[in-house]
């Protein structure tokens, strides 16, 4: 198989999993216990706490750990309003902001949203109209999952801090891959996650400014000074540090090689699968997404016919009629129905190579001509149900 879906998750390093291991094993203390075990793994938390800050521009008293980003997003966006008021987000967001949106309009707050334009940037024109005195909160993020669009958050940043509005900035996608640094971007909080920079799964944080009142999710106990109680997963951290620290590390090397295996397989794309559409900014974007639609193919048979090809990317999300619907993100960005349908995403690796790319595209190009095929001989009868839109 070649695993083109980084963007879901990444495989853990055997180095993260290495500095796991001990974790695991004999250094199993409860990191709030006063023995030698416990203050061994309260170490090791707070060095990893240390580390991450740092590589990520923040103090270590700003960063709470917790079981990944759905959680991180919650929390911000369920604890930084202070009153009834406007939510400001934009229709790109990953669901787990999204949804915590929805889920305070049914209690009583309104929501604004950012215009999307057809790049899958935000407007940063409208900020200035949208920022006024009812506003409590407002999201966005730095790079988009569906499309890699890196988002004007510092420009947003600036008039929120102006305006005193609080600012959250789901930054899943960027750390690890893009030099983030927090306090520079000037938001108020910033959330990441383990999985997604080839760390462990089920742990995340979120960093939030110095001085700035955030209302716990989870309530019970004193860990991260009562942000977010429950006894700490040491391992987890621990490996959620490794892979901060290789990425950082490793950043312009793994970032270079990304984008060369970005150019050559939309090259190759372009001139085995024409016409193909890349959905999302060519070049204001992270090398690591690439969205493409292949007119003619429905997304889910180019998925399924990719998976038996041998070839793991991803489209839309998934519906109870077993379907795909479009990705909300690509909705927002108002795409005619044909690409919105035909929409595949691939994201990268460093740990992907020239090779795979290569053998991707030729694979990627005899299922996209199969499909085609055929597609024109059942429309020469009639649509069959499966191309038919639902
Ligand atoms: N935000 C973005 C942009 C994401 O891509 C994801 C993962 N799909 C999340 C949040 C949720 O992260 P987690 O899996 O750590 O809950």
Redesign the pocket.
Known sequence: MIYLDN???TSLLPEVRAAMEPFWTEHFGNPSSAHRFGRLARKAIEDAREQIAQSLGAFPDELIFT?????A?NLAVFGLPRSRGVILSSGIE?P??REAVAALVQRGYSQREFPVCSDGIVDAEAFDSLCDGEVQLACL?LA??ETGALQPVRALAHICQERRIPLHC?A??AVGKIPVQFHELGVTTL?F????LHGP?GI?GLLVRRGVKLTPLFHGGHQERGRRPGTEPVPLIVGLAKSIELAHRDRQNRFDHVRQLRQVFLDGLRRRCAPIFVNGPEHDSLPHTLNVSFPGCRAEVLLMRLDLAGIACSAGSACSSGSLLPSPALQAMHLPDERLHSAVRFSFSHLNTLNEIERAVQLIAEVVCEIRQLTADDSAWSAPSMFASR
């Open positions: 963007n879901a998750t079981s990944g980003a759905t959680e997003n990953h787990s902001v993020m988009n999952n789901d899943v996608q959330s996650s383990g999985h997604k799964k995340g």
